[in-house]
Nanobody, 116 residues
Framework: QLVESGGGLVQPGGSLRLSCAASGYNPRWNCMGWFRQAPGKEREGVARIVPSGSTWHSDSVKGRSTASRDNAKNTLYLQMNSLKPEDTAMYYC?????????????WGQGTQVTVS
């Protein structure tokens, strides 16, 4: 199971750092990613990262958010800066043992981010 943390209520322009770690086991994830879903909207991909550190970020967060990972700790992070009200959503982390092809086998339960 993946467990996210770090969400909360923040004012516009503020910052949050989300974390995601595996609970109870320590697989060697390959592709890891962040998704978000706002009420009434479809889930959207926010960022993906592979063990080398190579990343992809969506246009909606590019320049404001940065995904990173600690391979030794098998932990994924999302540093979010200059937050906007439209960033309000449930944020989910996902991981897969295989390549980054857009699908993920393992998901967390989500952490709420509210910008207001």
């Amino acid at each position: 199971q993946l467990v996210e943390s770090g969400g909360g209520l923040v004012q516009p322009g503020g910052s949050l750092r989300l974390s995601c770690a595996a609970s109870g086991y320590n697989p060697r994830w390959n592709c890891m990613g962040w998704f978000r879903q706002a009420p009434g909207k479809e889930r959207e991909g926010v960022a993906r990262i592979v063990p080398s550190g190579s990343t992809w970020h969506s246009d909606s967060v590019k320049g404001r958010s940065t995904a990173s990972r600690d391979n030794a700790k098998n932990t994924l992070y999302l540093q979010m800066n200059s937050l906007k009200p439209e960033d309000t959503a449930m944020y989910y982390c996902a991981a897969d043992l295989g390549p980054c092809v857009g699908t993920f086998q393992y998901w967390g339960q989500g952490t709420q981010v509210t910008v207001s």
